[in-house]
């Protein structure tokens, strides 16, 4: 699995350089061909934006060329700029309205440059008449050639070309001109003319990465949400494929297991007879050994069904608790005490260390005695002749109670504990042991101890020991409900002065205390 990703990575990253390396092929401006339609889109949008503010520019500055170029000339070059500014809206209204085709991008491309080289053109002729050699026209020129520069490079900075195509021939026409007056001064505004002409044309620039750079990090953020969006797709789809084989392994299992336990029971039994020589000795001596063997396998194999069935039970949501009122000391002592001949004949000794008066659990006893006994065998399982395992019942710090199993065993590395509570997992150490198990017996007792909403901890060090931990939430510990307070008789009334006492109702004195007694014995989930 470490290698898959660095791969997957490189895979990744090659087949983005061959994707944009064929845009850049196919593309006019060198980008991708989306990008190029986004950036035209993107012109479009501001001439449109704009066409009022344009439309209050041509008049103003035909109003105030009228004062020196006269009523006529000026009239006839608003007339020919709006014309000019009405083809580009009407150009740019026809260009959004069109669906995206890459083919046409080309020819919309240099349409909008040529109308741009339009516009400068007239906005040339404008600033080429003769309005004199007076300081108020050396002005009015360079704002209005400022004025039309700044304004088209900021609409037109999606666009480069374009952008030279309308100010370039204002800024010729200016500077020719004040160089054209031949004294200082002209010259001083022929240069900032030009000077200006770089400076917005580098704006534009400025303006152009920007833009660009913005459409290739939304480009990078759609291609990540494809991505996620497929990988989602592929886990939903894993995940599906995953639950119906879990579906599947539990229907087979519940059919099988009638099939597998009704020949067992037959072998089982019939081993059990032969073993046990109910109907005579056996002739041949080893085949008592032979039946014996076959009963311990067969046994063997029952309990390997067993703990599968509950364990994919588990695993499948259709493990029921049957809950009810438990004292965890009793179900502890009674494992002990099924254990206690194996753990003789190995030579290991049991400890049993219980806090008194513990109160009941509400828990499944068939669950707790199954998770004492996986936790008991294991310890003796793995304890070598004259270890001891200790037993321990108490409470938890929050109120709950915990079970304890410590054993004096080899331990387990702290890098094979997962691999212990894994399904089928075993140690280094129960490998090499002569008692191999399935590796189903912590799995279980840690799912049980899930179900009912514990905590199961597994501490181990090497050639010390090990100590596994099941912990119940106080939620689960009952404890006795106070006992009624008993009203006092109540006094007739009349009888007050009598001197007799008042005798209760029929039948409510024995009723009434033995209600008390069964209301003393309730017990409440509390803790």
Same mark, same amino acid.
């Given at each position: 699995?470490?290698?898959?990703?660095?791969?997957?990575?490189?895979?990744?990253l090659?087949?983005?350089?061959?994707?944009?390396a064929?845009d850049?092929?196919?593309?006019?401006?060198?980008?991708? @061909?989306?990008?190029?339609?986004?950036?035209?889109?993107q012109?479009?949008?501001?001439?449109?934006?704009?066409?009022?503010?344009?439309?209050?520019?041509?008049g103003?500055?035909?109003?105030?060329?009228?004062?020196?170029?006269?009523? @006529?000339?000026?009239?006839?070059?608003?007339?020919?700029v709006?014309?000019?500014?009405?083809?580009?809206? $009407?150009?740019?209204r026809?260009?959004?309205?069109?669906p995206?085709?890459?083919?046409?991008?080309r020819?919309?491309?240099?349409?909008?440059?040529?109308?741009d080289?339009?516009?400068?053109?007239?906005?040339?002729?404008?600033?080429i008449q003769?309005f004199?050699?007076?300081?108020?026209?050396?002005?009015?020129?360079?704002?209005?050639?400022?004025?039309?520069?700044?304004?088209?490079?900021?609409? %037109?900075?999606?666009?480069?070309?374009a952008?030279?195509?309308?100010?370039?021939?204002?800024t010729?026409?200016?500077?020719?001109?004040?160089?054209?007056q031949?004294?200082l001064?002209n010259?001083?505004?022929?240069?900032?003319?030009? %000077?200006?002409q770089c400076?917005?044309t580098l704006?534009?620039?400025?303006l152009?990465?920007?833009?660009?750079?913005?459409?290739?990090?939304?480009?990078?953020?759609?291609?990540?949400?494809?991505?996620?969006?497929?990988?989602? %797709?592929?886990?939903?789809?894993?995940?599906?494929?995953?639950e119906?084989?879990?579906?599947?392994?539990s229907?087979?299992l519940?059919?099988?297991?009638?099939?597998?336990r009704?020949p067992?029971?037959?072998?089982?039994?019939?081993?059990e007879?032969?073993k046990?020589? @109910? +109907?005579?000795?056996? *002739?041949?001596?080893?085949?008592?050994?032979?039946s014996?063997?076959?009963?311990?396998?067969? *046994?063997h194999?029952l309990n390997?069904?067993n703990?599968?069935l509950?364990?994919s039970?588990?695993?499948?949501?259709?493990?029921?608790?049957?809950?009810?009122?438990?004292?965890?000391?009793?179900v502890?002592?009674?494992?002990?005490?099924?254990l206690?001949?194996?753990?003789?004949?190995?030579?290991?000794?049991?400890?049993?260390?219980?806090?008194?008066?513990?109160?009941?659990?509400?828990?499944?006893?068939?669950?707790?005695?199954?998770?004492?006994?996986?936790?008991?065998?294991?310890?003796?399982?793995? $304890?070598?002749?004259?270890?001891?395992v200790?037993?321990?019942?108490?409470?938890?710090?929050?109120?709950?109670q915990y079970?304890s199993?410590k054993?004096t065993?080899?331990g387990?590395?702290?890098e094979?504990?997962?691999?212990?509570?894994?399904?089928?997992?075993?140690?280094?150490?129960?490998?090499?042991?002569?008692?191999?198990?399935?590796?189903?017996?912590?799995?279980?007792?840690?799912?049980l101890?899930?179900?009912?909403?514990?905590?199961f901890t597994?501490?181990?060090?090497?050639?010390?020991g090990?100590?596994l931990?099941?912990? +119940?939430?106080?939620?689960?510990?009952?404890?006795?409900?106070p006992?009624?307070?008993?009203?006092?008789?109540?006094?007739?009334?009349?009888t007050?002065?009598?001197?007799?006492?008042?005798s209760?109702?029929?039948?409510?004195?024995?009723?009434?205390n033995?209600?008390?007694?069964?209301?003393r014995?309730l +017990?409440r989930?509390?803790?």
């Amino acid at each position: 699995m470490p290698t898959e990703k660095p791969q997957a990575k490189r895979r990744r990253l090659a087949a983005q350089r061959v994707r944009e390396a064929r845009d850049r092929l196919t593309s006019t401006t060198g980008t991708r @061909v989306a990008f190029d339609y986004e950036l035209l889109r993107q012109y479009a949008e501001n001439r449109l934006s704009a066409s009022l503010v344009i439309l209050l520019l041509v008049g103003t500055v035909g109003f105030l060329s009228s004062l020196w170029t006269g009523a @006529v000339i000026a009239g006839a070059w608003t007339a020919a700029v709006l014309v000019i500014h009405a083809i580009i809206v $009407t150009k740019c209204r026809q260009f959004l309205s069109e669906p995206q085709a890459p083919q046409n991008l080309r020819r919309w491309r240099v349409r909008f440059i040529a109308l741009d080289l339009c516009y400068g053109l007239a906005w040339m002729f404008n600033l080429i008449q003769p309005f004199g050699t007076d300081e108020g026209s050396s002005t009015f020129m360079l704002f209005v050639m400022l004025l039309v520069v700044a304004v088209s490079s900021m609409l %037109a900075s999606s666009l480069p070309i374009a952008v030279f195509a309308a100010t370039v021939p204002v800024t010729f026409a200016v500077a020719l001109n004040f160089a054209l007056q031949g004294d200082l001064h002209n010259y001083i505004l022929g240069i900032m003319a030009v %000077a200006a002409q770089c400076y917005f044309t580098l704006l534009a620039h400025r303006l152009y990465s920007a833009g660009l750079a913005t459409l290739v990090a939304r480009a990078e953020k759609d291609a990540l949400i494809a991505e996620l969006e497929q990988a989602k %797709a592929i886990s939903d789809e894993a995940r599906r494929r995953a639950e119906g084989a879990n579906i599947a392994k539990s229907q087979f299992l519940a059919q099988m297991s009638h099939e597998l336990r009704t020949p067992l029971n037959a072998i089982l039994g019939f081993s059990e007879v032969m073993k046990t020589e @109910v +109907f005579g000795p056996h *002739q041949v001596p080893a085949y008592k050994e032979y039946s014996n063997d076959i009963h311990n396998s067969g *046994q063997h194999l029952l309990n390997l069904i067993n703990e599968i069935l509950d364990l994919s039970r588990i695993e499948a949501g259709r493990y029921e608790l049957n809950e009810e009122p438990v004292s965890l000391a009793i179900v502890v002592e009674d494992c002990h005490h099924l254990l206690k001949l194996r753990a003789k004949n190995k030579g290991v000794t049991i400890h049993e260390v219980f806090e008194p008066e513990m109160p009941r659990l509400w828990a499944d006893e068939r669950a707790l005695r199954q998770i004492c006994l996986n936790l008991l065998s294991n310890a003796i399982k793995f $304890t070598p002749s004259g270890g001891e395992v200790w037993l321990k019942v108490g409470w938890t710090a929050s109120g709950g109670q915990y079970l304890s199993v410590k054993d004096t065993g080899p331990g387990i590395p702290e890098e094979e504990l997962p691999v212990v509570l894994s399904k089928f997992g075993q140690g280094s150490n129960a490998i090499k042991s002569a008692e191999q198990g399935t590796g189903l017996g912590l799995p279980i007792a840690k799912n049980l101890v899930d179900l009912h909403g514990g905590t199961f901890t597994l501490k181990s060090k090497v050639r010390i020991g090990t100590e596994l931990i099941a912990t +119940f939430p106080p939620e689960r510990v009952m404890a006795a409900l106070p006992p009624l307070a008993e009203p006092a008789p109540s006094i007739a009334p009349g009888t007050e002065d009598s001197g007799q006492p008042s005798s209760p109702p029929p039948g409510n004195g024995s009723t009434g205390n033995s209600v008390s007694k069964r209301m003393r014995s309730l +017990f409440r989930m509390g803790g």
